[in-house]
């Protein structure tokens, strides 16, 4: 079992940044690989970013590549999401979660989720 919860969500003008970070418990948790999903108001919840357990590969969708980044500390059990030229499209609630398997698109594929954190980008 993974326990996952989100921190740092918050309100910022168009071309900021925010840091999300990720918390994860559970002896397992170093060995997943993590993604971060968002989900705006009244559409699906779609991939953002992903990272292989050993921080190996990363992986972006096409409208935050260049302006995000994933990263994590395993010692830590956190993964982090670092967020920058942000835009009002970016305005979601973002979630984390723990995945297996090749298949890091798939909202499918994650056995884990956390509970989400607001990020709300002004124009």
């Known amino acids: 079992q993974v326990h996952l919860v989100e921190s740092g969500g918050g309100l910022v003008q168009a071309g900021g940044s925010l840091r999300l970070s990720c918390a994860a418990s559970?002896?397992?948790?170093?060995?997943?690989?993590m993604g971060w999903f968002r989900q705006a108001p009244g559409k699906e919840r779609e991939f953002v970013a992903a990272?292989?357990?050993?921080?190996?590969?990363?992986y972006y969708a096409d409208s935050v590549k260049g302006r995000f980044t994933i990263s994590r500390d395993n010692a830590m059990l956190t993964v982090y999401l670092q967020m920058n030229s942000l835009k009002p499209e970016d305005t979601a609630v973002y979630y984390c979660?723990?995945?297996?398997?090749?298949?890091?698109?798939?909202?499918?594929?994650?056995?884990?989720w956390g509970q989400g954190t607001q990020v709300t980008v002004s124009s």
């Open positions: 979660a723990a995945y297996r398997g090749p298949y890091y698109r798939d909202r499918a594929s994650y056995n884990y």
């Open positions: 559970g002896r397992t948790g170093s060995t997943y690989n």
């Open positions: 990272i292989t357990w050993s921080s190996d590969n990363t």
